[in-house]
């Protein structure tokens, strides 16, 4: 039996991780934790949610057209387990409409309402402002580095129907 106390004192004298690949992805998930805090706060003003966020920036490109809510779900850029409930309630607050196209009754459409449209333009220069604070610190290089490292982290990972870069 090894002695529990001396792994210990190696394990913080020495290595903090048990992998390069675990520091990796815990300074991924801190960062995350980090710059997530900048826009709860924002989106908390709104009453939204990041991925109600999403979902509306997903419909207001699309607009005028309408979207199939499967195929707005893989676009997401994090899974929404319960899509049908994050999209309830942007349809009780007048953000997004539903309807079922006559010959196909089984698909549900979503489109982005001026209500929407309009959250999402008083949303646009905080936002901006938001992303500057979290990143603003980075030069362009660095954030297209970033961008491509980041790209190359997720691409095996990634669903054959992702349209996420």
């Not at 920036?57 to 809510?69: G, W």
């Not at 899509?83 to 942007?90: E, G, W, Y």
Request: charged residues 30%; hydrophobic residues 40%; contains cysteine.
């Amino acid at each position: 039996m090894p002695d529990m106390a001396a792994v210990a004192r190696a394990a913080r004298k020495g290595r903090r991780f048990d992998s390069l690949e675990q520091e990796v992805f815990l300074n991924l998930w801190r960062t995350y934790d980090r710059l997530r805090a900048f826009e709860d706060d924002l989106f908390a003003q709104h009453d939204l949610t990041p991925q109600q966020y999403n979902a509306l920036r997903l419909l207001r490109a699309a607009h005028p057209d309408k979207i199939p809510t499967l195929e707005l779900a893989t676009r997401l850029v994090s899974r929404a387990p319960d899509i049908t409930r994050l999209l309830d309630r942007l349809v009780e607050r007048g953000m997004i409409e539903r309807d079922r196209p006559a010959d196909n009754r089984r698909m549900v459409r979503i489109s982005i309402t001026p209500v929407g449209l309009a959250l999402l333009a008083r949303l646009h220069e905080p936002l901006q402002a938001c992303h500057a604070q979290q990143l603003g610190h980075l030069s362009r290089k660095e954030l297209h580095t970033l961008i491509d490292l980041l790209h190359a982290a997720r691409l095996p990972h990634e669903t054959e129907n992702s349209t996420w870069r």
